[in-house]
């Protein structure tokens, strides 16, 4: 035998000696890895949003870790029900090496293959939303973010392992449960513990920090929110909100927005100074006792005596959409009241798990204190009531009515924006819509009562629309609508109708895969240009519009929306 031949029998043994070493510390499970690889290169497909390569790879680890777990169950329930019964003698040690080897490299190939065919699609995604898109090299990076959180996620999964046969082996000792069933007896131990913790003490006390933490933010002063002079105006001197209770969300609120006099220069016509009425969480003890404040700071600003008055839902920390709330006084010319409470300090995301119940039931109290204010007064000299609400806030101000019929007679328009996909009513109109309509642009009852707009469009329906109006804005690219944990076994309606203008006609679902893609656009769902995800501040003029029936010309229309962008702008650079 040549010694070039010898010297290379030589290296195949090493590397398969050091091969075999690092198989013992990985221990890699092969079937596993192949599955991994699988849900891996599904994760990287479209999604409802462009995603850089931090979130694509914090989502890609995740969905690998969750292939690869299959992969093992899989391969555990071929060994101990179908290999028994197979007579398959055993390979070379040789031929064993190799095969690994070969799924090994094959499985690295087809990754990054799958990654640099990602990024082409991510850069179709931000085309059409009009983003700049993502370069391949950089892109790449997702690939090792994917590996170490996959590994991470493998090996939490071990380490819980290994405590549940420690676990076992201590039931089987001291309680003497059947060795058997020790590995069960375990499980269940730990479950329960797990369980009970985290729906008791770990749960209150986390959302304990995070409220505590959040409210500091909330006692915040901006350099940029002063208190307002204008007796229109909580927390101005003669408000009965003091202005040092508002909250960092309601103190700009009620401080900024459009004047009578910015109203007067946009739309040419002499403006009324806007009412902005507000409670904050430290202004009144309680739902009842803020409702109660609110109504009687609609009472001292004279309220009631305006042409239109509008019941805000606010999100989270107390935010109001300044974009939505400027579109309403500037098409009714000031002549406006708005009212809103908050009822928690933390952000939308944290209080979509903690605080829906709260966000409903401050909802229900401010309005049902105002309704009753307003509808004691003869009809001829009530204002025009409309509600409003975007995303958790649309949620909590659907729960004030019983059904459709329950809104239509006691409100004069709604406008609901980016519903979250669990909201009551919203669901219901969606579930019952006319047949051949989409879910990104649903027809409820041929659009005579309740209209749905994606915000690129008018609203959807028949030429005739009955008052009162009620309208959804949803983009078909917003993951806040669509998210639901139906996505981890049910293919949307969404997914398998025509895509939305905005949303890449490669997407497509997949078991888990899909639900923690749109888990994570969640993050990123204002991150995007407006129009597009959860972003609809230039689509909110238009719909009020229509649904308050106060229609402008297209001169006007562009100076208001001009103003409003210009507000927006100034807002985002100094909060």
């Known amino acids: 035998m040549s010694t070039r031949a010898m010297t290379a029998g030589a290296l195949r043994a090493r590397g398969a000696v050091m091969f075999a070493r690092v198989e013992r510390v990985v221990d890699l499970n092969y079937v596993g890895l192949v599955f991994a ?82 990024a082409r699609w991510q850069r179709l995604t931000t085309s059409l939303m009009g983003m700049d898109g993502t370069t391949t090299p950089a892109y790449l990076r997702t690939g090792v973010l994917s590996v170490a959180v996959g590994v991470c996620v493998v090996a939490v999964y071990r380490t819980v392992r290994a405590l549940v046969l420690a676990l076992g082996r201590q039931l089987n000792q001291w ?30 006390a986390f959302f304990a920090v995070a409220n505590s933490a959040f409210s500091v933010r909330n006692d915040r002063q901006s350099a940029y929110a002063v208190q307002p002079w204008a007796p229109e105006r909580s927390g101005s001197p003669t408000s009965l909100v003091k202005w040092d209770t508002l909250g960092y969300e309601g103190r700009w609120f009620v401080s900024n927005g459009p004047s009578a006099a910015a109203i007067t220069e946009v739309t040419g016509i002499r403006a009324r ?30 309220a009631f005596e305006r042409s239109a008055l509008a019941v805000v839902t606010t999100t989270g920390t107390g935010w109001v959409n300044s974009a939505a709330a400027g579109s309403f006084e500037y098409l009714f010319g000031g002549d406006t009241a708005i ?88 669901r219901q109109f969606v579930d019952r819509r006319d047949p051949g309509s989409p879910e990104v642009a649903p027809v409820y009852s041929d659009g005579l009562a309740v209209r749905f707009a994606d915000g690129t469009g008018g609203f959807a329906g028949a030429p005739e629309w009955l008052p009162p109006r009620i ?49 994570a656009d969640l993050t990123n769902a204002q991150g995007v240009v407006d129009g597009h995800g959860h972003r609809y501040s230039g689509a909110v003029l238009d719909a009020w519009s229509v649904i308050a029936d106060r229609p402008v010309d297209a001169m006007t229309r562009d100076a208001i929306f001009a103003a409003l962008i210009a507000d927006e702008q100034y807002e985002e650079a100094v909060k």
């Open 273 to 302: 100074e806007p009412i902005r009425a507000y409670v904050g969480l430290e202004s009144a003890a309680g739902d009842a006792a803020a409702a109660s404040l609110a109504v009687a700071e609609l009472e001292r600003t004279k």
């Open 37 to 118: 690889t699988v849900f891996f290169a599904l994760s990287v497909t479209p999604s409802l949003l462009p995603r850089d390569w931090l979130f694509q790879g914090l989502v890609s680890g995740i969905n690998a870790a969750i292939g690869y777990g299959l992969g093992c169950v899989f391969e555990w329930a071929f060994q101990k029900w179908v290999r028994p019964r197979i007579p398959l003698a055993p390979l070379p040690s040789r031929v064993r090496y190799g095969v690994k080897v070969a799924v090994f490299t094959s499985c690295v190939i087809v990754a990054g293959l799958m990654l640099i065919q990602s």
């Open 175 to 204: 309680v003497r449960v059947p060795r058997e069933l020790a590995p069960a007896a375990g499980l269940l131990v730990l479950v329960v513990v797990v369980v009970t913790i985290g729906n008791g003490v770990a749960s209150r």
């Open 339 to 426: 009212v809103a409470t908050q009822y928690s300090y933390l952000p939308s995301v944290l209080s979509f798990l903690s605080d829906r119940d709260k966000a409903a039931a401050a909802s229900r109290a401010l309005f049902d204190a105002v309704y009753a204010r307003w509808s004691v007064l003869p009809v001829e000299q009530r204002p025009k009531l409309f509600v409003y609400g975007e995303s958790l806030g649309s949620q909590g101000s659907e729960e004030v009515f019983d059904g459709l019929a329950d809104l239509r007679a006691k409100v004069d328009g709604a406008l609901w924006v980016g519903p979250p996909n669990s909201n009551r009513l919203w």
């Open 471 to 519: 309208g959804y804005l949803q983009h078909p690219s917003d993951p806040i609508v669509w998210w639901s944990t139906d996505l981890i076994f049910t293919r949307p309606d969404w997914l398998s109708e025509p895509r939305g203008p905005d949303v890449s006609t490669q997407m497509r679902w997949a078991p888990f895969v899909t639900f923690w893609q749109v888990t």
